[in-house]
């Protein structure tokens, strides 16, 4: 089974995602770079999943407020992925809070879009 058909079939695990966002955004002490490497590398997994997700069902969408939405988050998205993950701790910890940021929203616009929620 290919991974485009594996990505057809079983639906991202947006509570665990939501899980990992968390996770960033409550970060109290300074992590370690190990952690904070490991953290960036499983939201940016995470941000390039949703992404492959969310981009075709706002596609698909009849032109409106959500679909727009949507969009924007995902070329926010792009925008972020984009930015490097070097720097000093406290320059990783932002950026990977601001993936965590878009990560939720992007979980926002999937189950809006997949009809998983109101």
């Known amino acids: 089974m290919s991974t485009d058909q594996l990505t057809e079939t079983?639906?991202?695990d947006v509570e665990t995602m939501r899980a990992t966002a968390s996770r960033?955004?409550?970060l109290a002490a300074p992590p370690t770079v190990a952690d904070i490497v490991l953290l960036l590398?499983?939201?940016r997994g995470q941000v390039e999943l949703?992404?492959?997700e969310v981009e075709p069902l706002a596609t698909a969408?009849?032109?409106s407020v959500v679909k727009t939405s949507?969009?924007?988050g995902v070329a926010e998205a792009h925008r972020k992925l984009s930015l490097?993950?070097?720097g000093p701790v406290s320059a990783r910890l932002a950026h990977a809070r601001r993936l965590a940021r878009v990560l939720a929203a992007l979980c926002t616009h999937y189950e809006t879009l997949a009809g998983n929620r109101a």
Request: glycine share 10%.
């Open 10 to 12: 079983i639906p991202p």
């Open 84 to 86: 490097g993950m070097g």
């Open 61 to 63: 969408k009849p032109d």
């Open 70 to 72: 949507a969009r924007y």
């Open 41 to 43: 590398e499983h939201l």
């Open 50 to 52: 949703m992404v492959r």
């Open 24 to 26: 960033a955004l409550a």
